[in-house]
């Protein structure tokens, strides 16, 4: 069971994928965070997040993620281009 902490970190983590979604939706966004649960992982994606990592993060997982974001964005399957 999620603690307040949780909670918390939870609705952050909601407001910034918002926001940022608001102000670019096409904004790929990687959460990277050393107080990570399977539940906010869960929910980040479901909001929005490309991907969720928890630290310590593998520096070549870490490269991976940014890696294939930057390719989906550059795709020339989007449906803007």
């Known amino acids: 069971m999620p603690d307040i902490a949780d909670n918390i970190r939870l ?7 918002n926001v940022s979604k608001k102000m670019d939706p096409e904004l790929a966004i ?3 965070t050393g107080h990570g649960s399977e539940q906010a992982a869960r ?8 991907d969720y990592l928890t630290k310590p993060c593998d520096l070549q997982s870490l ?10 964005k550059r795709s020339p399957d989007r449906s803007d281009a």
Request: net charge negative; no cysteine.
């Open 30 to 32: 990687i959460i990277l």
């Open 63 to 72: 490269l991976n993620v940014i890696n294939a974001a930057y390719s989906q």
């Open 11 to 17: 609705l952050l983590i909601g407001e910034v994928l």
């Open 43 to 50: 929910e980040g994606i479901e909001q929005g997040a490309f």
